[in-house]
Structures are given as C-alpha cells and as structure tokens.
C-alpha cells in the first residue's frame, strides 16, 4: 500500500528557512515522479515543484529561486527546501506520487496527474 508521510512544518519568520521531508513506503518511489503542493487559508490547492526520476525538477514562478526540490532514492525520501520564506508561503504542504506514470512529470504541476496523496504538513510564516 503506497503511503506518503510528511515532516518539517512549522512556523518561521519572514526570511526563515525550512526543510520539509516526504517519506514514501509500499513502492520504490525512485522510479516516479514526485511533486510538492500547497493549499493557503482560503484558496485552491497549487502546485509548487516536481521531480522526476532523472532528478529534473519544475517549479512555481512563485518560489523558484527559493526553493529546492530534490530526492534520496535511498532513503524513499522527497525534499522541500524552502528558503526565504513569506507569509504568503503559509499553507498546509502536501507530498504527491504519479505511479502511474514512468519516471517523467507532465511538468504542469497539475493536481490530476498524482494519484497518491500525504496527509500534509502545515507551515506558517510570519511577518
């Protein structure tokens, strides 16, 4: 049974930094695409990075150069590193799978394309 669990929220200040994790268990999650969503107070989920299993990675325009998706095939593990932080990155964070693809990501950042979800990880930031 494929199961998604995150880790690392928090709350920071403005400028702050966080490393949020994403443990896969139940399949090998070096094979697939992985990808990092995120749902304010108030809005619709978005999508704000993935990887597929070569390690090339898409972003938001919102966070590119802040933040940083990346992956330890060894570890079954998903990255989030998110630096210089804004209140309007509060949000719950969501790890997500496609394994119904074959490594690559559509590269949309589309909610439709991943098929397993975690439970979310909440990070506030203030100002």
């Known amino acids: 049974q494929v199961q998604l669990m995150e880790s690392g929220g928090g709350s920071v200040q403005t400028g702050g930094s966080l490393r949020l994790s994403c443990v896969a268990s139940g399949y090998s999650s070096s094979s697939y695409c992985m990808a990092w969503f995120r749902q304010p107070p108030g809005k619709e989920r978005e999508g704000v990075a993935d990887?597929?299993?070569?390690?090339?990675?898409t972003y938001a325009d919102s966070v590119k150069g802040r933040f940083t998706i990346s992956r330890d095939n060894t570890k079954n593990t998903v990255y989030l590193q998110m630096n210089s932080l804004k209140p309007e990155d509060t949000a719950m964070y969501y790890c997500?799978?496609?394994?119904?693809?074959?490594?690559?990501?559509?590269?949309?950042?589309?909610?439709?394309?991943?098929?397993?979800w975690g439970r979310g990880t909440q990070v506030t930031v203030s100002s």
């Open positions: 990887i597929d299993s070569d390690g090339d990675a």
């Open positions: 997500a799978t496609d394994t119904a693809g074959a490594g690559s990501c559509f590269g949309g950042l589309a909610e439709y394309e991943f098929n397993y």
